[in-house]
């Protein structure tokens, strides 16, 4: 209908690619669509390697100390007390890589600044998020190991070594 309109309109006017105001818009967007899903699929296992080795490191780090959690334990140290400290230690160097991370990525967002819609590249409320998750995920995984190392039998920590 709209080739037969145009050539009653005009019969040199080309008509060369038709199709709805839907699947321009779709094949316009799926190329910045597949970079976002890709960098999200990138980002998920970034997070997911970061989070395996922040609970190797806490729990490499609290079998080492077995002993002097053992020994704080058996002085009648109370647990939370032990796990509190655990959590201290492993969060430092997580603050650490979130600053210097929130740092390099007000840098890099100038060059996926045209793959964002509608959204400030530095963006305080996104950063925000970005930086409480990961905290918050970081500090699930050294919950676990930390929790963990508290509940060592004194008497054979103490002995075993």
Same mark, same amino acid.
């Given at each position: 209908?709209?080739?037969? $309109?145009?050539?009653?309109? +005009? ?14 818009? +779709? ?10 899903? !890709? ?15 922040? #609970? !190797?490191?806490? *729990? ?19 647990? !939370? $007390? ?30 996926? $600044? ?8 530095? +963006?305080?409320?996104? #950063?925000?998020?970005?930086?409480? !998750? %990961? ?14 190392? *508290? ?6 920590? %103490?002995?075993?070594?």
């Amino acid at each position: 209908d709209v080739r037969l $309109a145009v050539r009653e309109t +005009d019969p040199e006017l080309p008509v060369l690619d038709l199709g709805t105001l839907t699947s321009a818009i +779709d094949s316009a967007l799926s190329g910045p669509q597949l970079a976002a899903r !890709s960098i999200s699929a990138n980002a998920v296992i970034a997070l997911l390697l970061a989070l395996t080795g922040v #609970y !190797s490191v806490v *729990t490499f780090a609290s079998s080492r100390r077995r002993r002097e959690i053992a020994i704080r334990v058996a002085l009648g140290g109370r647990r !939370s $007390a032990v796990v509190t400290m655990l959590l201290r230690q492993a969060l430092a160097p997580t603050f650490a890589g979130i600053v210097i991370g929130l740092a390099l990525a007000a840098i890099a967002t100038r060059a996926i $600044a045209v793959l964002l819609y509608g959204v400030n590249p530095l +963006d305080p409320l996104t #950063y925000a998020l970005t930086a409480a !998750s %990961l905290t918050a995920a970081a500090a699930a995984a050294s919950c676990v190991p930390a929790i963990r190392a *508290t509940r060592v039998n004194a008497a054979l920590a %103490l002995r075993a070594e």
